[in-house]
């Protein structure tokens, strides 16, 4: 009992958990909405900002491109000049190569020895007064003293060759070498003969001499590219200046650019919850609307429970002494029984028990009574009571089925738990009877008479114990093992059986004796068979779809139970569980309107159907006239 309330309880909060967050969804979603307009209009702000700064970038980029092309114009310029200057410069490359390779081979012992001369040979002199002219700007005192005095120290005689530059000789100093320059004695191989030293001197002033001319002939050329060279940096001073004002609007459009991508993210994040809110909103009501029914249904059937389970005990007595007693009686007994006999006795103790209570409520429900009438179970009364009490019964059901009813029935019930169909005077029957012990299958002992094989008594009595962890029973003197699965039915067919008090006692005796309006209702769709056959056709199926739409209604209710008790936490979360019960109440619903189109189409029917009533009702008062008929002429012949 209380499992059920716990089952519809869960439910039930779930839906009002779900209603409480509708108010406070609405208020989170009208605030987002604000947000979501915030940072709309600050993008849109941002993308004019953006829009300013890139026509300025276009304006500067223009700017720079026009610089660029005047450097790239002034770099041109220059390497044309620099070019020819090259060109030029490249015929004084050897003569100043000579000069610095003269002065390389001088040595300190040569210019020593040079040195060390009293009076220098024939023309040495007229190449020490070239050295003095260009080295020390002599003009004036050529004597051999000056020229010692100038070699006095030999190093720094050679650095100061090394250093010259032939760049910086003056046209004075040029005039001035000309005329030694000019005589047969100044000569770097005519020196060799009288002093290496001399000679090599001779070669630097000569080569020298040499790179100055044509240093001086390029010279304007050299003046031109340093133009062109100043030219070129100052276009690159500009260019460089452009683009770093390029640069400059680069980054800001970098910079605005970051804030408008991280603008965007936050406004497409707020709309994404906008949008999950609203989504999460629309499934609440979703899920609120769509079982609002059953939010109020739940909620009665749930106060309905509670009262009943403090008069619970009272009607579980009813409905075990009815499952355990009532079932060998036909219906007038059977009443007599609970109803005035059980029901005033309960009530007389004072034990608690639901008012008006009817022990078939407490046993099966509309799903099982649908389910085992589309087995093929009789829909009256007696045939429900009869199919309760056997799928409750914790002994093993005995059939009284003369017509054999009952045992239609359950040869489809239990068609798919291995069932086995025999009567024990068939060959073999024990070995099935052990067969199914062992493996946990359903059996049916059929056309039983009032004696019963001994070889039965184990197993109707349950004389099952345990033998390490298995079960054990003993039949027709041999140790089976038994499985809890296994299932036994017993059926006869004899109107009226006298079986012994404990067979009674192991059995649960279930009365299926058709009764006469029983009887009538069956006839009666033989006769519309016979007659009319489509009419019954109709009816037959419409009776099979309404105990169809009777199960599927239990199972759907359970189904939405089962997802709301499995639910998250958050259940709004899991779309596809409020798409699943969505797609279950759209069933239910569509199921009742089935339901309810099929009970006016049921009436139809019913109605053409009873023009036939009085041949079924006559055919079923002539059976049971002469089944009564028959047990008088017995108990005649009998006095």
Request: aromatic content about 6%; overall charge negative.
């Amino acid at each position: 009992m209380q499992r059920l309330i716990d089952r519809l309880d869960v439910g039930l909060s779930t839906l009002r958990k779900t209603a409480a967050d509708v108010a406070e969804l609405q208020v989170d979603l009208s605030h987002r909405m604000e947000v979501v307009a915030e940072k709309q209009i600050a993008t849109n702000v941002l993308i004019e900002e953006i829009g300013i700064q890139r026509a300025d970038a276009d304006v500067q980029n223009t700017q720079a491109g026009i610089e660029a092309e005047k450097a790239a114009e002034a770099s041109a310029k220059a390497a044309v000049i620099e070019q020819q200057a090259e060109q030029e410069l490249a015929e004084a490359k050897p003569a100043m190569e000579k000069a610095k390779e003269a002065v390389d081979c001088l040595s300190k012992n040569m210019l020593t020895e040079l040195k060390s001369l009293s009076s220098p040979p024939s023309g040495v002199d007229l190449i020490t007064s070239t050295c003095l002219i260009l080295i020390e700007k002599e003009y004036k005192n050529f004597k051999w003293d000056r020229a010692k005095k100038m070699m006095a120290n030999v190093d720094q005689f050679k650095q100061k060759l090394v250093l010259y530059r032939g760049e910086d000789m003056t046209e004075d100093d040029v005039k001035r070498l000309e005329p030694f320059l000019a005589n047969e004695l100044f000569d770097p191989k005519v020196m060799e003969s009288k002093s290496m030293a001399a000679a090599n001197l001779c070669t630097w002033v000569v080569n020298i001499y040499k790179f100055n001319r044509i240093y001086v002939k390029v010279k304007p050329l050299m003046d031109s590219l340093e133009e062109a060279k100043a030219a070129k940096a100052a276009a690159q001073a500009s260019l460089a200046a452009a683009m770093g004002v390029v640069a400059a609007c680069d980054e800001k459009l970098r910079v605005l650019g970051l804030k408008f991508q991280t603008a965007t993210q936050e406004k497409a994040e707020v709309e994404a919850q906008a949008a999950a809110g609203k989504a999460r909103l629309g499934l609440a009501e979703r899920l609120v609307g769509g079982l609002s029914s059953e939010n109020e249904r739940w909620g009665k059937e749930i106060e309905n429970l509670r009262d009943a389970s403090t008069t619970l005990i009272g009607d579980c007595m009813l409905a075990a002494g009815f499952v355990s007693y009532v079932g060998a009686f036909d219906q007038e007994n059977r009443n007599i029984l609970w109803k005035t006999v059980w029901t005033p006795d309960l009530i007389e103790k004072q034990i608690p028990l639901t008012p008006n209570i009817d022990p078939l409520a407490m046993l099966t429900n509309d799903g099982n009574n649908a389910k085992m009438i589309s087995e093929g179970l009789p829909a009256d009364r007696i045939s429900i009571e009869n199919g309760a009490i056997i799928t409750n019964c914790k002994r093993w059901p005995l059939l009284i089925d003369p017509q054999q009813q009952g045992i239609k029935w359950l040869r489809q019930k239990e068609a798919d738990h291995g069932l086995q169909v025999f009567q024990l005077n068939q060959k073999g029957w024990q070995r099935k009877v052990e067969q199914a012990l062992t493996n946990g299958h359903t059996i049916i002992i059929e056309n039983l008479q009032v004696d019963i094989d001994a070889t039965m008594d184990p197993v109707l009595s349950r004389a099952v114990y345990k033998k390490g962890r298995n079960l054990y029973l003993r039949f027709g003197g041999e140790e089976v093992e038994y499985d809890n699965g296994f299932q036994l039915y017993l059926q006869t067919k004899l109107s009226n059986p006298h079986y012994k008090p404990e067979i009674a006692a192991q059995c649960t005796l279930i009365n299926f004796i058709a009764t006469e309006r029983g009887l009538e209702d069956q006839l009666l769709a033989k006769v519309v068979g016979a007659e009319r056959p489509e009419l019954e056709e109709k009816a037959q199926a419409l009776q099979a779809s309404f105990q169809q739409y009777k199960i599927q209604l239990v199972q759907l209710e359970d189904d939405l139970l089962e997802r709301l008790a499995n639910a998250p936490e958050d259940i709004l979360s899991d779309v596809p569980l409020i798409e699943g019960l969505e797609a279950t109440k759209a069933a239910a619903i569509e199921i009742n309107l089935a339901v309810a189109e099929g009970k006016k189409t049921e009436i139809d029917i019913n109605l053409a159907r009873e023009i036939y009533r009085p041949v079924a009702s006559e055919g079923a008062m002539l059976y049971f006239f002469l089944q009564n008929f028959v047990q008088l002429i017995i108990c005649i012949n009998i006095v």
